[in-house]
């Protein structure tokens, strides 16, 4: 970020230095010392990577058009686990934040708000245009399949829109919520993550914070059914308040999981058994995603508990944060997590940097390739979770898996096993 001052007017540019400024849109606010500001945001339309990179399917399926080679159906496979880490690397970190004074016009602003509800048909129309070309297709059984995976990474970004969604308070935007949801059939989440996740998040406590040692397919174990029951319970418990059954038609899971029937049904009655299988594994690597966000943002992370037993409050340093630029544009800046928890309601455009807060090594999609390595992920971040200026070595400050904790104290710390604060 930088700034031009011009008398008591100062220019504040975000990102990078560029010509065309006058083309951009602006935000004009008074600083406390009535100063005058003027904020612009540069990556104002680089979003628009957020509404189409979910339609990546598409363009292996175009190039398999054009070519007959079926190999290309997996071609999003390679934009988003090579390019994109690649990417990341080149173009770096953004650590700009949009100056306090601007951050009430930067969330009115209307545009911002219409790229998340414009994405949200789109995740349907991948969906359905990549299970049409897999049901009328005569492909081979891993084109099929490899189809089938690609369509369920595209569909779990839909839980990612469900997240940015489901965190507003307009009853507009938290219907959105629940149909995108639909698409992946994870209905459940964003009561789960709103009020489950967020209550609990980087304590024992929690099924969607990974621990230290814990691998990501222990993780997983873990984390999928767990989710799901702790949104049924919390779905339940509102409904019982309110005198009704959970299997009424208020059960705002069961609406959104109603849209998933509704839409896969229809897909199998349109292109036959064939979307038996298709639909499995779309659906298993749509819930994968989340699982992959999940893991890699809370791991070994830990709330400690206060002299009356209860966890302190959730600080940015509990959320593993990357500022890359590239995959923060295609995730509507889900990246910047640690203020996302810090501060639920804060819109995208509006999070964060703060300084000396845990951060991953690459954004979301290299990261992800390294937690796919269980001991290569312990290898890079046990390290980086034991220098964290909060923890310093101290065991006692990590979230650990319990079946690894003798072995991590032997290998990390004393192996006189104290207890370690919060777990208790």
């Known amino acids: ?197 967020h209550r609990d998040v980087s304590t024992p406590e929690d099924p969607a914070s990974a621990r230290m040692g814990e691998s990501i397919y222990r993780f997983a174990i873990r984390e999928i059914p767990g989710a799901f029951l702790r949104a049924w319970a919390i779905e339940k418990e509102r409904l019982e308040r309110r005198g009704k059954s959970a299997w009424s038609t208020d059960n705002q899971i069961l609406q959104s999981m109603s849209l998933s029937a509704v839409v896969q ?6 292109f036959g058994w064939k979307m038996i299988p298709f639909l499995v594994v779309h659906n298993i690597f749509g819930w994968w995603q989340l699982t992959s966000a999940n893991y890699i943002e809370h791991y070994g992370l830990l709330r400690l508990k206060d002299e009356n037993g209860k966890f302190e409050r959730c600080q940015p340093h509990h959320s593993w944060n990357s500022n890359h630029i590239f995959s923060n544009l295609v995730l509507f800046h889900l990246e910047r997590h640690s203020d996302h928890h810090a501060h639920p309601l804060r819109r995208y455009q509006s999070l964060r940097h703060f300084e000396d807060l845990p951060s991953l090594p690459n954004g979301y999609f290299g990261s992800y390739l390294l937690a796919y390595v269980p001991w290569l ?46 777990q208790q």
């Open 1 to 197: 970020m930088y700034a031009l001052e011009d008398g008591h007017k100062k220019t504040i540019i975000a990102w990078h230095e560029s010509t065309g400024d006058h083309a951009m849109k602006g935000y004009t606010a008074a600083l406390p010392s009535g100063e005058a500001i003027h904020y612009i945001d540069r990556k104002r339309w680089f979003w628009l990577l957020s509404v189409f990179y979910p339609l990546q399917p598409f363009l292996g399926i175009w190039l398999h058009a054009e070519t007959g080679n079926q190999a290309w159906l997996l071609f999003p496979l390679f934009t988003g686990y090579v390019v994109a880490p690649i990417l990341d690397m080149i173009l770096g970190e953004d650590k700009n934040n949009p100056p306090e004074e601007v951050v009430p016009q930067l969330d009115a602003d209307f545009y911002y708000r219409l790229l998340t509800y414009a994405v949200v048909p789109l995740h349907f129309v991948t969906l359905i245009g990549a299970a049409w070309w897999a049901g009328t297709q005569d492909l081979s059984w891993w084109a099929f399949l490899g189809l089938a995976v690609v369509a369920g990474i595209a569909s779990g970004l839909g839980i990612n829109t469900g997240h940015e969604l489901g965190h507003k308070k307009s009853r507009l935007e938290r219907w959105l919520a629940k149909i995108v949801l639909a698409v992946p059939v994870y209905g459940h989440f964003w009561i789960e993550h709103n009020r489950g996740h």
């Open 265 to 270: 049904l229809g897909l199998l009655i349109a």
């Open 377 to 422: 992920w312990y290898w890079v971040m046990d390290k980086k979770l034991l220098a964290l200026p909060h923890v310093n070595g101290d065991l006692d400050k990590i979230n650990i898996d319990p079946r690894r904790k003798e072995m991590i104290y032997r290998k990390y710390g004393s192996p006189e096993l104290s207890g370690p604060a919060g």
